[in-house]
Nanobody, 126 residues
Framework: QVQLSESGGGLVQAGGSLRLSCAAS????????VGWFRRTPGKEREFVAALSLVSDYPEYGDFVQDRFTISRDDAKITSYLQMNSLTPEDTAVYYC???????????????????WGQGTQVIVSS
């Protein structure tokens, strides 16, 4: 069973930065596509970013606009989401997710991810 755990959320002022971390059970990010999603109250889960196993080019949601960077440290079995130039519209619960083994490409659909962390709250004040 793949287990994921996010950390790094918190309260930040508009224009500030946060780095979210996603710790995985052993071997997960070497063999699994990793993605980040977010959810705000009353809205569906929204794609933020993802890294495939076959490309060095990550994918980002349209709203990111070069403000966020996803990375993966396989040695530490951790994925990171560096978020800069945050706005109040970025306030959400952020989730780390992974596709099951055998899928090498990213997806923007949360239905394609099989393993999820518990989420970490990000609040951006104006």
């Amino acid at each position: 069973q793949v287990q994921l755990s996010e950390s790094g959320g918190g309260l930040v002022q508009a224009g500030g930065s946060l780095r979210l971390s996603c710790a995985a059970s052993l071997g997960t990010f070497r063999d699994h596509v990793v993605g980040w999603f977010r959810r705000t109250p009353g809205k569906e889960r929204e794609f933020v970013a993802a890294l495939s196993l076959v490309s060095d080019y990550p994918e980002y949601g349209d709203f990111v606009q070069d403000r966020f960077t996803i990375s993966r440290d396989d040695a530490k079995i951790t994925s990171y989401l560096q978020m800069n130039s945050l706005t109040p519209e970025d306030t959400a619960v952020y989730y780390c997710a992974a596709r099951r083994s055998g899928f090498s490409f990213t997806s923007e659909s949360d239905h394609d991810y099989d393993y999820w962390g518990q989420g970490t709250q990000v609040i951006v004040s104006s």
